[in-house]
């Protein structure tokens, strides 16, 4: 394992560092991520109604005690709108940190 993509390193891995220790991508600070997509032209009403559900579904302690085993953590949830935005900015973090990795 070359490293973690959080901010600090993971119980589950104690040894392993994170990739923003290295100099290549020192800060950097990538979570892990999971976003259900519509197909277009999905009404808003089912947008919405999938997002609620969702929202209820990782409010669940089952469901925070299973992400929690998996060595990861829930994000706060997210409206569709603010998803939009959040995917926006990943794509800009993920290309900026790309383009500081140089071969060896």
Request: hydrophobic share 40%; charged share 20%; glycine share 6%.
């Amino acid at each position: 394992m070359l490293g973690v993509s959080s901010k600090e390193r993971v119980p589950l891995v104690k040894d392993v560092g994170t990739l923003g220790e290295s100099q290549a991508l020192k800060g950097v600070d990538m979570l892990v991520w999971a976003v259900l997509f519509a197909p277009p032209g999905t009404p808003d009403s089912v947008v919405q109604k999938m997002n609620q559900t969702i929202v209820q579904v990782n409010a669940l302690p089952s469901m925070k005690a299973l992400v929690l085993k998996l060595g990861s953590e829930l994000l706060p949830s997210l409206t569709p709108s603010q998803t939009k935005d959040y995917l926006k900015a990943q794509r800009e973090l993920y290309q900026e940190a790309a383009s500081r990795i140089q071969p060896e």
